[in-house]
C-alpha cells in the first residue's frame, strides 16, 4: 500500500475563486504540491481532493468509486443542503448512477445529442440567437447580456428540446437557481425540488395523452414500443436533470467567454478577423473557466491507491476540475487563455461513462451565439469598470449575475 498524506488538519477546502478566471491559489498549490489530500470541507467533516488531471480521469474510470450521491460519505459543500440529492424525493438520475443502472438508462436518450441531431438544430438555434440580438440593438444601451441573451437563449432551447411552454421559464430558472445556491437550506433546496418534480409529473402526463415533437414525447413512445408502458420516475428524472443542467451551464459560459472577449483584445481581433477559429475557441473557454469545477463527486467503495496515496473505502471524494484544467503536464502554459489552442480532452464535460450527456448541444449553442454575437455587435464593449461586476461565488455553477454591455 502507498502512503496516506493530509494537508495541515485545520485548513479548510477553499470555494471562492481570487479571481473569476482562476481556481483558488489553494487548488493550485495542492496541484503543485500535493495533487491527492485529504481536506476539510466548508460545511464541515473531511474528504480527500485529486487535483492532478490524470488522477481525476483514472477515478472517472475505475469501479471502485461509486457516482451514488445519497452515499452517506459523498463530499457536501455546503451547510444543510445535503449531497446535492441525498435528500431528493426525486427518482435516482442518471448522474448518481453506477453500473449496471447506468448504461441502459443513458443508452436510452444518447439519440437525442447526436452530432448529427445537433446540426439539425443549428437552424433553429440560430433563430433564437438572431431574435434576441435584434431585440437588444433595439433596445436601449447598456443592456445587461445575461438577461437579454445568455440566460434566455439555452433556456429556450432547452425548453422546446424538452416540449417545456417557455412561458414556464421563469418558474424553473427560479427553482434552479435556489438549487444551485449554496446559501439554500434544506427547506428551501427541498421546496425547489418539490415543485419542480410536481410540474414535470404534470407535463409528462400531458404528454402521455397528447404527444408532441419533442424529447419527452419520443421516449414516452420508446418505452412504450419497447416495455409496453411508460417509466414516469424515470422520465422525471431524465427531465429534471435535463432542464436544470441544460439551461444554466450554457447560460453562464456565454456571460463568461463574452466577458473574456472584452477583457482580452488580441483574442476578440483574432474572432473577428476569422470566425473560424471560435470552435477551438470555445474548448478553450470552457477549459478556462470549468464552471462546474466541483460538480464531480465520488464515494471509494475500497481502498485505492492513488498517486502512491491511499484513498481508504467509505471515503468521499472530491476531483478539482477546474485544477486539473491547469494541470501544466497536460496542457502547454495552462494558465493562458489561448484561443487557437482547440484541447478538446478538458475536463469541463467530465470524463468517462458519466461524460456530460448535452456537450454536443452546449458547443453548438456557444459556436453560433459567439459567431454571431461578435459579427453582429462589431462594437461591443463592457459598459462599467471590471471591478463592479459580480461574479456567482456561492452557486455551484460559476457565472456572473449581470455583464452590463453596450455598442
Known amino acids: 500500500m502507498g502512503r496516506i498524506l493530509t494537508i495541515d488538519p485545520a485548513a479548510t477546502l477553499e470555494t471562492t475563486r481570487g479571481c473569476p478566471y482562476a481556481p483558488p491559489e489553494q487548488h493550485l498549490r495542492l496541484l503543485r504540491e500535493q ?42 459543500l455546503a451547510q444543510d443542503t445535503g449531497s446535492g440529492l441525498a435528500d431528493s424525493p426525486l427518482p435516482k438520475m442518471m448522474l448518481e448512477m453506477d453500473p449496471p443502472e447506468h448504461g441502459p438508462a443513458r443508452r436510452a436518450v444518447i439519440g437525442e445529442f447526436t452530432v448529427r441531431r445537433m446540426a439539425a438544430l443549428r437552424p433553429r438555434i440560430q433563430q433564437i440567437v438572431d431574435e434576441h440580438l435584434d431585440a437588444m440593438l433595439d433596445g436601449p444601451k447598456p443592456a445587461d447580456l445575461v438577461r437579454a ?52 409529473d404534470k407535463l409528462i402526463k400531458a404528454k402521455e395523452q397528447e404527444p408532441t415533437d419533442d424529447l419527452l414525447s419520443r421516449q414516452i413512445a420508446k418505452q412504450r414500443e419497447n416495455d409496453g408502458a411508460v417509466d414516469g420516475p424515470a422520465l422525471l428524472s431524465l427531465a429534471f436533470l435535463l432542464l436544470i443542467a441544460g439551461h444554466e451551464t450554457t447560460a453562464n459560459m456565454i456571460s463568461l467567454g463574452t466577458y473574456q472577449l472584452l477583457r482580452d483584445p488580441e483574442a476578440l481581433a483574432a474572432l473577428r478577423a476569422d470566425p473560424a477559429k471560435t470552435v477551438n475557441a470555445v474548448e478553450e473557454m470552457l477549459r478556462y473557466f470549468t464552471i462546474a469545477e466541483f460538480a464531480m463527486v465520488r464515494v471509494a467503495t475500497a481502498d485505492v491507491e492513488l498517486g502512491g496515496t491511499v484513498i481508504p473505502a467509505n471515503s468521499g471524494v472530491l476531483m478539482l476540475a477546474n485544477a486539473g484544467n491547469r494541470d501544466p503536464e497536460t496542457f502547454t502554459d495552462a494558465q493562458r487563455f489561448d484561443v487557437d489552442r482547440g484541447a478538446r480532452n478538458h475536463l469541463a464535460f467530465g470524463y468517462g461513462a458519466h461524460q456530460c450527456l448535452g456537450q454536443n448541444l452546449a458547443r453548438v449553442e456557444l459556436e453560433i451565439v459567439f459567431e454571431t454575437l461578435l459579427r453582429r455587435m462589431p462594437g461591443l464593449r463592457l459598459a462599467v469598470p471590471e471591478e463592479e461586476l459580480a461574479f456567482k461565488e456561492d452557486s455551484t455553477v460559476y457565472g456572473m449575475y449581470e455583464l452590463p454591455v453596450t455598442w
Not at 481536506?39 to 477515478?59: C, H, M, Q
Request: with cysteine; net charge negative; charged share 25%.
Open 149 to 200: 441573451l445568455a440566460m434566455p437563449v439555452p433556456s429556450l432551447v432547452i425548453c422546446e428540446l424538452l416540449g417545456v411552454p417557455y412561458a414556464d421559464h421563469d418558474f424553473f430558472q427560479l427553482h434552479s437557481a435556489r438549487l444551485l445556491d449554496r446559501r439554500t437550506t434544506q427547506d428551501e433546496r427541498g421546496h425547489a425540488v418539490l415543485e419542480l418534480a410536481l410540474y414535470l
Open 35 to 76: 495533487p491527492v489530500a485529504k481536506v476539510t470541507l466548508p460545511a464541515g467533516g473531511e474528504a480527500w481532493v485529486a487535483a492532478r488531471y490524470d488522477d481525476i480521469r483514472t477515478i472517472l474510470t475505475d469501479p471502485r468509486f461509486t457516482a451514488d450521491r445519497r452515499h452517506p460519505s459523498m463530499p457536501r
